[in-house]
C-alpha cells in the first residue's frame, strides 16, 4: 500500500504514532507561507508534486478575550450599581437571568466585587458617600449614639440608609441624626 492509495486510513490509524504521522506530513509537503492578517491568517501550501493550495483560516479569540465579562452582564451591573444594589444581590439577579461568567460560572458576590474593580467602576460604598451619606462607625464617633440605638432608628424609619454589604456596612447622613438628636 502507498501512502497516497489510503492517506486517511493511515493518519487515523491508532498504530501510527505522532511521529510517524509528521515523516509523512513531510513527504507530501515542501513548504508553507504563512501570513498573519487582521481577521484571518493566510496559507500557502506548496506540496512536493508540484502543486500549491492556498487557504484562509479564521483567527481564534484570545484566551483571555473568552474569559470576560458578557456585555450583557456589565450592563445589569452598571444599572444596579446606579441603583445601590450591593454586589451579592447584583450576582443573584445576572444568576437569576441565567447569565455566566467568561468563564461559564455563576456569579458570586466576590466575582461582582472583583468585575467592579477590574472594569474601573465606582463601587456602591463610594457612590453612597458621594450622596453624603457616612459609614456607620463615623455616626458611632461623631453622635455618641450606640449600635443598638442607631438599630432601632433605622429599623423604624426614623433614619435614611444604605446598606452595602452582607456584612452590615450600613451607610447613613449626619444630618439625618443632628436632626433627631435636637429633638
Same mark, same amino acid.
Given at each position: 500500500?502507498?501512502?497516497?492509495?489510503?492517506?486517511? $486510513?493511515?493518519?487515523?490509524?491508532? @498504530?501510527?504514532?505522532?511521529?510517524? !504521522?509528521?515523516?509523512?506530513? !513531510?513527504? =507530501?509537503?515542501?513548504?508553507?507561507? +504563512?501570513?498573519?492578517?487582521?481577521?484571518?491568517?493566510?496559507?500557502?501550501? !506548496?506540496?512536493?508534486? /508540484?502543486?500549491?493550495?492556498? =487557504?484562509?483560516? #479564521?483567527? $481564534?479569540?484570545?484566551?483571555?478575550?473568552?474569559? !470576560?465579562?458578557?456585555?450583557?452582564?456589565?450592563?445589569?451591573?452598571? @444599572?444596579?450599581?446606579? @441603583?445601590?444594589?450591593?454586589?451579592? #444581590? +447584583?450576582?443573584?439577579?445576572?444568576?437569576?437571568? $441565567?447569565?455566566?461568567? $467568561?468563564? @461559564?460560572?455563576?456569579?458570586? &458576590?466576590?466575582?461582582?466585587?472583583?468585575?467592579?474593580?477590574?472594569?474601573? *467602576?465606582?463601587? *456602591?460604598?463610594?457612590?453612597?458617600?458621594? =450622596?453624603?451619606?457616612?459609614? #456607620?462607625?463615623?455616626?458611632?464617633?461623631?453622635?455618641?449614639?450606640?449600635?443598638? #440605638?442607631? &438599630?432601632? *432608628?433605622?429599623?423604624? /424609619?426614623?433614619?435614611?440608609?444604605?446598606?452595602?454589604?452582607?456584612?452590615?456596612?450600613?451607610?447613613?447622613?449626619?444630618?439625618?441624626?443632628?436632626?433627631?438628636?435636637?429633638?
Amino acid at each position: 500500500m502507498t501512502l497516497a492509495d489510503d492517506f486517511k $486510513g493511515l493518519w487515523m490509524n491508532p @498504530n501510527v504514532s505522532n511521529e510517524e !504521522r509528521k515523516r509523512m506530513i !513531510r513527504l =507530501l509537503i515542501e513548504n508553507v507561507l +504563512i501570513t498573519q492578517l487582521d481577521d484571518h491568517i493566510h496559507l500557502v501550501i !506548496r506540496f512536493r508534486a /508540484g502543486t500549491t493550495r492556498e =487557504l484562509d483560516i #479564521q483567527k $481564534g479569540k484570545k484566551s483571555y478575550e473568552t474569559w !470576560r465579562t458578557p456585555e450583557e452582564a456589565m450592563e445589569i451591573i452598571r @444599572n444596579s450599581l446606579d @441603583n445601590f444594589m450591593p454586589s451579592s #444581590q +447584583i450576582a443573584q439577579l445576572l444568576n437569576s437571568k $441565567g447569565l455566566k461568567t $467568561g468563564k @461559564n460560572l455563576s456569579y458570586t &458576590r466576590i466575582l461582582v466585587e472583583s468585575i467592579i474593580k477590574t472594569h474601573k *467602576l465606582k463601587p *456602591l460604598s463610594q457612590r453612597i458617600t458621594d =450622596l453624603g451619606f457616612v459609614p #456607620q462607625k463615623e455616626i458611632l464617633q461623631k453622635t455618641g449614639l450606640s449600635r443598638k #440605638q442607631i &438599630r432601632k *432608628l433605622r429599623d423604624s /424609619g426614623i433614619i435614611k440608609n444604605y446598606k452595602t454589604t452582607e456584612k452590615t456596612e450600613y451607610f447613613y447622613k449626619l444630618e439625618d441624626f443632628s436632626a433627631y438628636m435636637a429633638r
